[in-house]
């Protein structure tokens, strides 16, 4: 990983009598060098599109990260954060930065590039610029939902009900989630084909998907996802973080996007929880 280092100029105290340069040491070379960045993100910030760039300390001496700036071709402007926290050598922290507005006009090019400014115990000021690793592909999967997203809305408008009804399929209970799509004047043509199973609720039978066709050529329709309780351990029910975000499958004007996310609104998210609490036994919470 090149990592290219920048003393940070400071200012100097009082008046102009002093002569000495008012220019700050630099961290140690061996301690920049054992700097690493990586791109990451959780569960509870991908709605938000928020992702943490993880600096970890693999040198010799503690630092402090000052600040951490992100700048990747496939999203406006600059992620970044002034918030500082001590990285002690041999450990990692991570920064969460909101992405901006995502780049889907082809224009996109390049690689992602990170700042982090750092200093040491002894007051050397530097910062250090390279390509963060991302070694999940975390920054690809974002351009693919942001950009099919902007893709799709421009020919559909895509909603989840607000309300369920419950049905038995086979012995078991199922909450029926109402998938609708409306044609934008003008717009593209879009087609529904797939809709992922979430961590918490799935097809009955044990399917990962349900197979959908909503065409908006022939105008505005909707479609009963039949969704059973994928899992009702209380403990992953309680730490649910994506367990209502529906991964949605299409093609726009016949080619195929990658999969994006409808999130749940909180009317339907609270009615999914009260059937999930009810088809595993559970209390109800009202």
Not at 78 to 84: N, S
Not at 95 to 100: D, E, K, M, R, Y
Not at 205 to 227: M, R
Request: hydrophobic share 40%; charged share 20%; glycine share 14%.
């Amino acid at each position: 990983m090149l990592v290219v280092a920048l003393a940070l100029a400071g200012c100097s105290a009082g008046g102009p009598a002093p002569e000495r340069s008012s220019t700050p040491t630099p961290v140690p070379s061996d301690l920049l060098a054992g700097v690493g960045v990586e791109v990451r993100q959780g569960r509870s910030t991908w709605a938000q599109r928020v992702v943490q760039v993880r600096v970890t300390n693999g040198g010799p001496g503690d630092l402090s990260v000052t600040g951490v700036r992100l700048t990747t071709p496939t999203v406006d402007g600059v992620a970044g954060t002034d918030k500082g926290r001590i990285l002690r050598a041999g450990v990692d922290r991570d920064f969460s930065v909101a992405l901006g507005d995502p780049v889907c006009d082809g224009a996109a090019g390049g690689a992602a590039r990170a700042e982090v400014d750092l200093t040491d115990d002894a007051g050397g000021r530097s910062t250090i610029v390279v390509e963060p690793t991302d070694p999940q592909g975390h920054l690809a999967r974002i351009h693919g939902e942001d950009c099919a997203g902007v893709a799709v809305a421009e020919g559909a408008t895509l909603t989840l009900a607000d309300a369920i009804t419950t049905t038995d399929v086979g012995g078991t209970l199922a909450a029926n989630v109402v998938l609708g799509v409306e044609p934008v004047a003008g717009g593209p043509r879009v087609e529904v084909t797939q809709v992922d199973r979430t961590v918490l609720f799935a097809p009955p039978g044990g399917a990962v998907s349900w197979p959908v066709t909503l065409d908006t050529a022939s105008g505005e329709g909707q479609v009963v996802l039949p969704a059973v309780a994928g899992r009702c351990d209380l403990h992953a029910v309680a730490d649910d973080k994506r367990g209502t975000f529906f991964g949605v499958h299409t093609r726009v004007d016949g080619v195929e996007q990658p999969v994006f996310y409808l999130a749940s609104s909180e009317a339907l998210r609270s009615a999914l929880f009260e059937f999930i609490r009810t088809a595993c036994g559970s209390p109800s919470s009202g």
